[in-house]
């Protein structure tokens, strides 16, 4: 797995789990094994985010992408393009960051901080 953009000081509310204080959240890209394990992180797992991983696999992906906070509170399947995609206009919170490649998301809780 590895992590491949950052999303400083997140903070909000997705898939009905709200943050309480800021956080980072990183972009990781894996495997479908791996993204089978991460789905096992996902509290509750959604039967939308296992349909997702499951359609992604039948299409031939050998790429998945996870949005984890720092806290693993939020582990979801978003598409590849979530960090530039359109939907930000002009402005995307992620930061691009040198590809960190980690064997476990606990991992997380150790990276240093990135803050605009």
Not at 60 to 75: A, E, K, M, P, Q
Request: hydrophobic share 40%; glycine share 2%; charged share 25%.
């Amino acid at each position: 797995m590895k992590v491949t953009y950052v999303w400083p000081n997140y903070d909000g509310v997705i898939h009905g789990v709200r943050i309480e204080a800021p956080t980072d959240a990183f972009w990781i890209e894996c495997s479908s094994d791996e993204a089978q394990k991460l789905l096992s992180f996902a509290v509750p797992v959604s039967e939308m985010d296992q349909k997702r991983i499951e359609d992604w696999r039948a299409r031939g992906f050998s790429n998945y992408c996870f949005l984890v906070t720092r806290d693993l509170r939020i582990v979801i399947p978003f598409w590849w393009s979530y960090p530039f995609d359109n939907l930000w206009n002009a402005y995307s919170p992620f930061q691009r960051v040198e590809p960190i490649e980690i064997d476990d998301l606990q991992q997380l809780r150790n990276l240093n901080s990135i803050r605009r």
